[in-house]
């Protein structure tokens, strides 16, 4: 019987080392479930940084471009240099939506252009002058419409209670 006694403290011992093993490993298990949490939270956050930067890129060149009436060259360019990640970021409606406001951009950049070399050649007549008037400002009212829709368009992939 004292041979008995004599391993009954090794075996407590091998008792006690297993269960902390047990509850280190259940430990670690739970710092792992807590970490692979915050990495979600924090990827969705980083998500949603880069996708309302390209949508405050949209709303500011939208903007500067109805209240000046134009945009030149530069800053079309400066606008697709800022939102060159669309693609990334968003479906296809919002890069279908930049590839409309850059034609847009573009050929109301093209009309100007054209407007102010014939006011300087005057060499354009009354009705192609006015032609040219009535399609920029049908590109304007076309821009107008995409910026009065914008936060419509955006919203879905702004909404952050929708993700999973």
Request: proline letters at 1%; aromatic letters at 12%; glycine letters at 2%.
């Amino acid at each position: 019987m004292s041979e008995v006694y004599r391993y009954l403290p090794v075996l407590n011992t091998q008792k006690c080392l297993t269960i902390i093993t047990i509850a280190n490993a259940i430990f670690v298990a739970w710092i792992s479930y807590q970490q692979n949490c915050v990495s979600k939270a924090k990827l969705k956050h980083e998500l949603f940084e880069r996708r309302h930067r390209i949508y405050e890129s949209f709303a500011t060149y939208l903007s500067d471009f109805l209240i000046h009436g134009n945009a030149d060259q530069n800053r079309i360019d400066q606008f697709l240099r800022e939102t060159r990640d669309v693609q990334f970021f968003f479906e296809e409606d919002i890069t279908s939506l930049l590839k409309t406001i850059s034609d847009l951009s573009h050929r109301d950049d093209i009309l100007e252009r054209q407007v102010i070399r014939e006011k300087d050649a005057q060499e354009k007549s009354i009705q192609e002058m006015t032609k040219i008037y009535d399609e920029r400002r049908i590109i304007k009212d076309q821009l107008t419409n995409i910026d009065k829709n914008l936060s419509v368009s955006f919203g879905p992939y702004l909404d952050f209670k929708q993700w999973k």
